[in-house]
């Protein structure tokens, strides 16, 4: 998610907010936009720490007093982050994958000069078979942030890559494109997350047999999605699952503990998963 420049990306919430409507604004938008502020700010701070591709090693154990539960018996985790940020979004995400049992949590760096969806994808098809070959498993679960959750699906949809994708998770991702911030169309990759791209049309065509499971989490106060519903999956070939969450904003779907719980269960167990579905995620 950019981290700069980000003044469009309130001002959706901004026009609620003017004065002529002060009275009738909700408690909770005004929280989560207190909230989208406040993660922004600590976001900048920790930004410069991911700007590197992480250090790959082996399993470590955990530190002394950290409450572990039993270790899921799934494939390796693999993060992807939105446009132009890196992987230190997701540092309390992965947390809590690691507090709850995965160890196995990694993260994909891509270029913030990156301008085409599918290169993107294509690299992160390298990165899952090197992850694949170096922990000796089949296939990989994927969490991907806003266009993140975009490239995952274009790699498992249309680059074959269900084979080793068993699912793929996505937080506030423009599935049917998103028409917010028109001024950010200066970007070519911005441009391919619009509701006529060409990248867009592709996702929606036949995808017969492919194997991978989606889920979706989708916010009620998302900024960056116009309409909402365009982070839900869509496609009569998919298996897909979207989980509406209320009360937060598009920066706080890979940070807050709420959704965090609800990424591990979609990921552990396809039952709570549907559980989830039926009656969404309400964050106070």
């Known amino acids: 998610?950019?981290?700069?420049?980000?003044?469009?990306?309130?001002?959706?919430?901004?026009?609620?907010?003017?004065?002529?409507?002060?009275?009738?604004?909700?408690?909770?938008?005004?929280?989560?936009?207190?909230?989208?502020?406040?993660?922004?700010?600590?976001?900048?701070?920790?930004?410069?720490?991911?700007?590197?591709?992480?250090?790959?090693?082996?399993?470590?154990?955990?530190?002394?007093?950290?409450?572990?539960?039993p270790v899921p018996t799934g494939p390796p985790v693999v993060l992807v982050h939105g446009f132009i940020d890196n992987r230190s979004v997701f540092v309390l995400l992965r947390r809590s994958l690691a507090q709850h049992g995965r160890q196995r949590v990694e993260s994909l760096n891509y270029s913030p000069l990156t301008c085409d969806i599918r290169t993107a994808a294509e690299l992160l098809g390298r990165h899952v078979e090197e992850i694949c070959e170096r922990t000796g498993s089949a296939q990989v679960d994927i969490v991907g942030h806003s266009l993140g959750g975009l490239i995952a699906r274009y790699y498992a949809q249309c680059l074959g890559g269900d084979v080793r994708v068993r699912t793929v998770v996505t937080l506030g991702t423009p599935h049917s494109g998103t028409r917010a911030i028109p001024l950010a169309n200066a970007h070519p990759i911005v441009r391919q997350m619009r509701p006529d791209s060409p990248v867009i049309e592709e996702l929606a065509r036949p995808a017969p047999g492919c194997r991978t499971r989606f889920v979706s989490f989708w916010s009620d106060l998302d900024s960056v999605m116009a309409p909402l519903e365009a982070a839900c999956v869509d496609h009569p070939d998919l298996e897909a699952h979207n989980i509406q969450v209320s009360g937060i904003g598009h920066l706080a779907l890979p940070v807050h503990p709420t959704v965090a719980a609800g990424i591990r269960e979609a990921l552990d167990s396809e039952s709570a998963m549907k559980r989830q579905e039926g009656g969404g995620l309400t964050v106070a």
Do not use: N
């Open 1 to 69: 998610m950019k981290v700069t420049g980000v003044l469009p990306l309130f001002l959706p919430i901004c026009r609620r907010l003017w004065p002529g409507r002060l009275a009738s604004v909700s408690v909770t938008l005004v929280k989560a936009t207190a909230l989208e502020a406040a993660i922004l700010a600590g976001h900048m701070l920790l930004y410069p720490t991911g700007l590197t591709q992480e250090r790959r090693q082996a399993d470590l154990p955990a530190p002394a007093g950290t409450a572990r539960l």
